[in-house]
């Protein structure tokens, strides 16, 4: 089985930062895509930036050069700077991981975190 647990999402005022956590728990063999996504009331879930595991970036017009993600191999986590935040930010922020699992459900596998809100004040 593989687990993500996600941190760091708040209340913030705008033009603030914010920086969410994914980690990946588990029989992980490898993972290959790592993405953060964002869903607000209302609205269909983005993709907000992603990430492959040769370190390229892709990001959502709406956040380019105010969103940073990063990942760390070796502890399995993905990061989400969130600088200069505006009131439309606000949403719940999912992780969602590409990964190879070597117990349970052995192979590729999507996972999606459990989300964490970010509410960004006027």
């Known amino acids: 089985q593989v687990q993500l647990v996600e941190s760091g999402g708040g209340l913030v005022q705008a033009g603030g930062s914010l920086r969410l956590s994914c980690v990946a728990s588990?029989?992980?063999?490898?993972?290959?895509?790592m993405g953060w996504y964002r869903q607000a009331p209302g609205k269909q879930r983005e993709l907000v930036a992603d990430?492959?595991?040769?370190?390229?970036?892709n990001y959502a017009d709406s956040v380019k050069g105010r969103f940073t993600i990063s990942r760390d191999n070796a502890k399995n986590t993905v990061y989400l700077q969130m600088n200069s935040l505006k009131p439309e930010d606000t949403a719940v922020y999912y992780c969602?991981?590409?990964?190879?699992?070597?117990?349970?459900?052995?192979?590729?596998?999507?996972?999606w975190g459990q989300g964490t809100l970010v509410t960004v004040s006027s």
């Open positions: 969602k991981l590409g990964l190879v699992s070597g117990g349970g459900v052995i192979g590729y596998l999507e996972v």
């Open positions: 588990g029989s992980i063999v490898s993972i290959n895509f």
């Open positions: 990430i492959t595991s040769g370190g390229s970036s």
